[in-house]
């Protein structure tokens, strides 16, 4: 999700919800969505837009038309690709041109936002096997990742990409599991 020319780049979100001047990240913003449709919300959509727009906001304005155009792609994006058996699934963070710092934080608000959306959807986080409570409560940890990096050097960029994977991979390993819990699958 990181190239300019997909549905919802993470940089023209960014500019989207700063037009309007909502107080969230875009990374804090797809973080709340995967959370939510992680947890099997049964209106997930509407429960996101809700968390994340102030009320009175009008979609259909035209002035907001970009935004919600932007994000009903997001939504679809994400939804597909949480679902899709070749894991392309990816966070929507700010691709590798921003500084370290910059992209260190929109990680750690993504996590936060994840965390917030799980939360929000009302999972039973009881049916999460071993290994994914566990792989949850990294991403809680990483929520308190310090982002102020004074002098970024290669090994500092090698342990972001790092967290970025395992972020993907736990996410994924969330989703399905509570995909499978909420079908009456079996959990690993």
């Not at 939804?79 to 899709?84: D, I, K, Q, V, W």
């Not at 990816?90 to 994840?114: H, S």
């Not at 009302?122 to 994914?132: I, P």
């Not at 990096?149 to 993907?168: A, G, H, K, S, Y």
Request: proline letters at 4%.
């Amino acid at each position: 999700m990181h190239s300019a020319d997909t549905p919802a780049s993470h940089a023209r979100l960014q500019q989207g919800l700063h037009d309007l001047s909502l107080p969230l990240g875009a990374g804090e913003v797809h973080g709340v969505l995967c959370g939510l449709l992680c947890g099997n919300s049964a209106d997930a959509q509407q429960a996101w837009l809700t968390e994340l727009l102030p009320d009175g906001l009008d979609l259909a304005n035209l002035s907001h038309k970009t935004l919600a155009e932007q994000l009903a792609g997001l939504y679809r994006q994400t939804l597909a690709e949480l679902g899709s058996e070749e894991l392309t699934f990816d966070l929507l963070l700010p691709g590798i041109e921003q500084p370290l710092g910059v992209r260190a934080a929109e990680l750690v608000g993504w996590c936060q936002g994840f965390s917030y959306g799980l939360g929000l959807s009302g999972c039973d986080l009881d049916a999460l096997s071993a290994d994914a409570r566990e792989g949850l409560s990294d991403l809680v940890d990483i929520t308190r990742l310090a982002t102020d990096i004074p002098t970024p050097d290669e090994q500092t960029e090698q342990q972001l990409m790092q967290l970025v994977e395992f972020t993907r991979v736990i996410v994924l390993l969330i989703f399905l599991e509570l995909t499978q819990s909420a079908e009456g699958g079996v959990n690993p």
